[in-house]
C-alpha cells in the first residue's frame, strides 16, 4: 500500500520561500515519476512539477524559475523547493506517486499525499 507523506508547509510573507518534502512509504522513490500538484479553494487542482527516474524535471509555465523539484532516493522522499513566493501561489500542495517511467507534465497519477497548506501573504 502506498503512503505520501507531504509536510513542510505553512505561512509566509511574498517573496518568502518554502521547503516541501514527501516521504513515501511502500514506494520508492526516484523508480517512477512523480509529482506535485496544488489546488487553491474554488479552483481546480493543476500540476505544478514532475520528476522522472532520471530526475530529469518539467515545470508548468507559472513554476519554471521558481520553483524546483528533487528527489532524494535515500531518504525515499520528494522534495518542491519554492521561491520568490506569491499571494496567488496559496493554495493546499500535494505530491503524487505513479507506475510510469514515461513523465509527462500532464500524466495522470493514482496515488496521493493528504496534503501541505501553502499560505503566502501580501
Known amino acids: 500500500q502506498v503512503q505520501l507523506q507531504e509536510s513542510g508547509g505553512g505561512s509566509v510573507q511574498a517573496g518568502g520561500s518554502l521547503r516541501l518534502s514527501c516521504e513515501a512509504f511502500?514506494?520508492?522513490?526516484?523508480?517512477?515519476?512523480m509529482g506535485w500538484f496544488r489546488q487553491a479553494p474554488g479552483k481546480e487542482r493543476e500540476n505544478v512539477a514532475v520528476i522522472g527516474p532520471d530526475s530529469s524535471a518539467d515545470y508548468t509555465p507559472f513554476a519554471q524559475g521558481r520553483f524546483t523539484i528533487s528527489q532524494d532516493k535515500a531518504r525515499n522522499t520528494l522534495y518542491l523547493q519554492a521561491n520568490n513566493l506569491k499571494p496567488e501561489d496559496t493554495a493546499m500542495y500535494y505530491c503524487?506517486?505513479?507506475?510510469?517511467?514515461?513523465?509527462?507534465?500532464?500524466?495522470?497519477?493514482?496515488?496521493w499525499g493528504q496534503g501541505t497548506q501553502v499560505t503566502v501573504s501580501s
Open positions: 511502500g514506494y520508492t522513490v526516484g523508480t517512477y515519476c
Open positions: 503524487a506517486a505513479s507506475f510510469s517511467f514515461y513523465c509527462p507534465i500532464h500524466l495522470q497519477f493514482l496515488e
